[in-house]
T-cell receptor, first 113, second 115 residues
Framework: QQQVKQSPQSLIVQKGGISIINCAYENTAFDYFPWYQQFPGKGPALLIAIRPDVSEKKEGRFTISFNKSAKQFSLHIMDSQPGDSATYFCAASKSGGSYIPTFGRGTSLIVHP | NAGVMQNPRHLVRRRGQEARLRCSPMKGHSHVYWYRQLPEEGLKFMVYLQKENIIDESGMPKERFSAEFPKEGPSILRIQQVVRGDSAAYFC?????????????FGQGTRLTVV
């Protein structure tokens, strides 16, 4: 499976600030890019996802920006809250085959009150 | 509507013992995926199964690891003769149908500790 590179590994943000997590991929066949949120002791949960036919998708305070030519996508968390403190994983997968997302290494986000 | 159920939540095994991890998918889901998560690392794909079939096991170690998803009952990930390096969190996910538009729901994981 192709690697998905995620950065930063950890991120500390003040309450109300913007959290930005970046991912890059190599396989141009990928056409589905989900982000997962994982709290300690829990399984990952789908947060938001995007396809390459759009450059941005917004759901509440969470926005995915997608740059197809650069093969990069990022998660922006606006007005970050302490409850957003979790590990975030980006992933990529491709249609036409089995749904087996390839995950980035994760970003541990801490939002200080 | 219960989510993906994994048990046990925590499992301690001595080196050389066998570990059996169970995953009951969400109701109506026939696709199951197993992932391994090591500390400070992401989720590594291990195996993808449908009822009674292994679809993709490219991420599964060739030895000591096996998986099944019988017609009846939960999916089982089996690790024989465990070693300390097998200590990790093992997550199962399930989905309704094949294809990238279908969300995969994760269980809470089984944390395996080999002593």
């Amino acid at each position: 499976q192709q690697q998905v590179k995620q950065s930063p590994q950890s991120l500390i943000v003040q309450k109300g600030g913007i959290s930005i997590i970046n991912c890059a991929y190599e396989n141009t066949a990928f056409d589905y890019f989900p982000w997962y949120q994982q709290f300690p002791g829990k399984g990952p949960a789908l947060l938001i996802a995007i396809r390459p036919d759009v450059s941005e998708k917004k759901e509440g305070r969470f926005t995915i920006s997608f740059n197809k030519s650069a093969k990069q996508f990022s998660l922006h968390i606006m007005d970050s809250q302490p409850g957003d403190s979790a590990t975030y994983f980006c992933a990529a997968s491709k249609s036409g085959g089995s749904y087996i997302p390839t995950f980035g290494r994760g970003t541990s986000l801490i939002v200080h009150p | 509507n219960a989510g993906v159920m994994q048990n046990p939540r925590h499992l301690v095994r001595r080196r050389g013992q066998e570990a059996r991890l169970r995953c009951s998918p969400m109701k109506g889901h026939s696709h199951v995926y197993w992932y391994r998560q090591l500390p400070e690392e992401g989720l590594k794909f291990m195996v993808y199964l449908q009822k009674e079939n292994i679809i993709d096991e490219s991420g599964m170690p060739k030895e000591r690891f096996s998986a099944e998803f019988p017609k009846e009952g939960p999916s089982i990930l089996r690790i024989q003769q465990v070693v300390r390096g097998d200590s990790a969190a093992y997550f199962c996910a399930s989905s309704f149908s094949r294809g990238t538009d279908t969300e995969a729901f994760f269980g809470q994981g089984t944390r395996l500790t080999v002593v």
